[in-house]
């Protein structure tokens, strides 16, 4: 029997949900009821994450796509094959990271903000454009950036990674001002937020690192719990908020 939940009857579109955090999102949205749409490039991952989150939660619509996030074209057809088959699209949870750093400032290499860009920047793009109409036509649409509290506070060893999540950032919140312009008096229908983590920390990490404290870290379940939170508040109080779950620098 399908689960009952807060989410009963929601479609969230999970992008990079094979990752660590991916899968506990995954597994967290559809204990709340929603049906959820994964997407990763990396197809056997994905599947294994899609699988786990079906095994752990009987019942639950869990359907994983291969999706390219970089091309534009990709993107959009993931976005409307979504909304086509399930009817309607309430929610984009863009988990789509990776990292590249240095020792100094000095010694940051160009080619890691290409990486980056393309990671960090250019799926954000893609995903919040092709979703965009989709979450106004929803009654709960929520687009909600995985950020990182060095888009605040920047160190000279991750110039790079930092001025890619702070672009995401603003990208994000230029989103937020579109839903609040398409809304009414009583607000916007739709949301935008950040949820924002110094990083983040997973079992395998602390099975690899008996010893580490990963002061700050916020755990993937903690991470999985904030996102499914989002939609407990009303679009106004959140769209265009950064939602620190890590202490503000």
């Not at 935008?192 to 990083?199: D, G, H, M, S, T």
């Not at 002061?215 to 109080?237: M, S």
Request: hydrophobic share 50%.
């Amino acid at each position: 029997m399908k689960n009952q939940g807060p989410l009963e009857g929601a479609v969230i579109a999970v992008a990079g949900a094979a990752g660590p955090a991916g899968r506990a999102a995954l597994l967290r949205l559809a204990d709340a009821g929603a049906t959820v749409v994964a997407a990763d490039a990396d197809a056997e991952r994905l599947a294994s994450a899609v699988d786990a989150a079906r095994y752990a939660h009987g019942g639950a619509t869990v359907t994983g796509d291969t999706v390219d996030l970089l091309d534009p074209a990709a993107t959009r057809s993931w976005a409307e094959k979504t909304e086509r088959e399930f009817g309607r699209v309430d929610g984009v949870v863009h988990l789509v990271g990776g990292w590249r750093g240095s020792s100094t400032f000095a010694e940051t290499e160009l080619g890691d903000w290409d990486v980056l860009e393309r990671l960090l920047i250019r799926t954000v793009q893609n995903t919040s454009l092709a979703f965009h109409d989709g979450l106004l036509r929803s009654d709960r649409g929520r687009y909600l950036l995985i950020s990182a509290a060095g888009a605040s506070k920047p160190t000279a060893g991750n110039a790079a990674y930092a001025a890619a999540k702070a672009a995401a950032e603003a990208w994000t919140l230029a989103l937020a001002d579109a839903f609040r312009k398409a809304g009414d008096d009583s607000g916007p229908a739709a949301a935008a937020a950040i949820l924002v983590v110094k990083a983040l920390v997973h079992d395998a990490m602390r099975a690899e690192r008996p010893n580490a404290k990963f002061a700050g870290f916020t755990d993937v379940t903690d991470l999985a719990d904030a996102i499914a939170g989002v939609w407990d508040r009303p679009a106004e109080e959140v769209n265009g908020q950064r939602l620190w779950l890590t202490p503000h620098p």
